[in-house]
């Protein structure tokens, strides 16, 4: 049996960062599945689906194929053999991806794909619904939190970073429309698992964190 963690909480609370750098620590394979979301966004995208319109999106996904390797320590993904990793962060793409999450047959078609790599690979796992569905028995399962304004500058200056020109007003507009539909919606919505570790890393450095969590997760997990 594979060791499972998932790393679930709200937009920009550090998941993606925290958990690849654990991973890497840990000799762990990490999974960004929020990344997969991402993906058939950009698919939408680049097949000018409209990603309110929910029959339209749910009709393409016998088409997609999702693929993803890891390469320098980061995860690239393709859908239908074109690497599309470069646009994944656009604000656009972010929104949309929310959007899509909340359609029931777009996360019935992820389900198992994420299930039949956790159960091949010792993960770590980030998401939303990580812990409370798509892997209820994981090995350790961990709820991020951080204050919403902190969590905006650390999204901010990522995009900065990037080259993304953005306003903080939007970036932190976007995210709380983003915490909510996450939050509110019917299917898997963003919801700590009652048996999650939850971390609230607001103040924390980056390096505070991922040490946290490696830190929880050797104090959890025996033999690491
Ligand atoms: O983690 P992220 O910001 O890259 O995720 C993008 C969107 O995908 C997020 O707004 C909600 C959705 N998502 C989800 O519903 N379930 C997951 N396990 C991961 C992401």
């Known amino acids: 049996m594979s060791i499972q963690i998932a790393i679930d909480g709200p937009v920009g609370a550090g998941k993606s960062t925290i958990a690849r750098e654990?991973?890497?620590r840990l000799g762990f394979v990490y999974m960004d599945t929020g990344a997969l979301y991402r993906a058939i966004a950009v698919y939408c995208k680049l097949a000018d689906i409209d990603s309110y319109d929910e029959k339209s999106v749910v009709s393409i996904l016998p088409k997609v194929n999702l693929d993803f390797k890891i390469a320098g320590g980061e995860q690239l993904v393709y859908v239908n053999n074109r690497d599309v990793t470069g646009r994944l962060r656009e604000p656009e793409i972010s929104m949309a991806a929310s959007r899509i999450s909340s359609y029931g047959a777009v996360r019935a078609f992820l389900l198992d794909l994420q299930r039949d790599f956790a159960a091949k690979n010792n993960v770590i796992m980030d998401g939303r619904d990580i812990g409370t569905v798509v892997l209820p028995d994981a090995t350790l399962k961990?709820?991020?939190?951080?204050d919403p304004h902190e969590r905006a500058m650390r999204r901010y200056e990522e995009l900065i970073q990037k080259g993304l020109s953005t306003e903080f007003s939007d970036v932190l507009s976007d995210l709380v429309k983003r915490?909510?539909?996450d939050t509110n919606r019917k299917h898997a919505p963003l919801k700590?698992?009652?048996d999650a570790?939850?971390?609230d890393t607001t103040g924390n450095t980056l390096e505070q964190?991922?040490?946290w969590v490696i830190d929880t997760i050797k104090l959890n997990i025996e033999g690491l």
Not at 142 to 146: E, M, P, Q
């Open 179 to 181: 915490d909510a539909a």
């Open 197 to 199: 570790v939850r971390m």
């Open 209 to 211: 964190s991922i040490e």
């Open 22 to 24: 654990a991973a890497k």
């Open 142 to 146: 961990i709820f991020l939190w951080a």
């Open 192 to 194: 700590q698992a009652e």
